[in-house]
């Protein structure tokens, strides 16, 4: 990993839910101010071709709207309130473009951008990076058709393979054979094993892990070796990650305070 930005630590899953609507500004904001050291969120493609925050196919859960993303011109999603669901302070958050979630952004957090599967975002993906000039901090999370597809458009960047296998040896294995720089465990596995975090950390990948949204184990999974807990309440995580000696990646001015996260739809 780049030796400038944060080797281990703290990521705002979505943002974190727990203190602002996920995939919003408001939310990667809200991570950045209390000290994560990677923010992640999802990507999908509208109707007329531009690619905005939403981890669901269809807006309902998190807008007041009705009806999928890709039915959507960006027109009509400007249209939609992406945070009075979540609390009345938020009421008018709209959902953002990724080069408006890229804005503001510090040079010395990790963006973990996932495009969800199927979505036609990959030459969007690219060309915002790389007009951002955020190439060496951004890693995305993606199958392999579109981590091919990205490596022909944008081949600097960092991805994190997703396409699990039927064991975490086979995940391993399959990253590293594809180019892969980061792996990301899922919490109904349990924790990592030695000899994985061993083989991973032989073939220079990064270690992600998916936390439960509910109470995750985060100085468990510090323990066990892994480099990036993705978790909704960034408060409660980066107070553990300080007990295993990894200090917020700034110093929290204004930090906004953590609320009990909504049950997540699973990813």
């Known amino acids: 990993m780049d030796a400038s930005l944060p080797q281990r630590g703290v990521a705002a899953h979505r943002g974190g839910p727990a203190h602002a609507p996920e ?9 950045v101010r209390l000290g ?23 807006v309902e859960r998190t807008t ?3 009806g999928r993303v890709a039915a959507h011109t960006l027109a009509q999603l400007r249209e939609l309130d ?22 503001g952004l510090p040079d010395d957090v990790w963006i973990n951008v996932q495009i969800k599967r199927g979505e036609p975002v990959v030459a969007d993906v690219a060309r915002a990076i790389a007009d951002s000039g955020r190439v060496g901090q951004t890693l995305v999370a993606c199958g392999n058709a579109h981590a091919r597809e990205l490596a022909k458009l944008l081949p600097g960047v960092a991805v994190c393979n997703l396409v699990r296998q039927r064991t975490r040896a086979r995940y391993v294995e399959h990253a590293i054979a594809t180019g892969a720089r980061f792996v990301q465990f899922h919490h109904l596995r349990g924790l990592p094993e030695p000899d994985l975090v061993a083989r991973a950390r032989a073939a220079g990948l990064g270690i992600n892990f998916f ?5 995750p184990d985060v100085g468990a999974l510090f323990d066990a070796g892994v ?3 993705l978790v909704d309440d960034v408060r409660a995580a980066l107070e553990v990650a300080a007990s295993r000696g990894i200090a917020p990646r700034t110093r929290p001015e204004n930090a906004v305070a953590s609320s009990a996260a909504r049950p997540q739809a699973p990813r």
């Open 64 to 66: 007041d709207g009705r």
């Open 227 to 229: 480099d990036f807990v």
């Open 82 to 103: 992406a945070g009075r669901g979540f609390d009345g302070a938020f009421a008018g958050e709209r959902i953002p473009t990724l080069e408006e979630a890229l804005e």
């Open 36 to 58: 994560a050291h990677q923010v992640e969120f999802d990507l999908r493609a509208t109707a007329d071709g531009h690619c905005v925050l939403m981890h669901d196919k269809d």
């Open 211 to 215: 936390c439960a949204p509910d109470a």
């Open 23 to 31: 995939n919003t500004r408001a939310a990667l904001q809200a991570a």
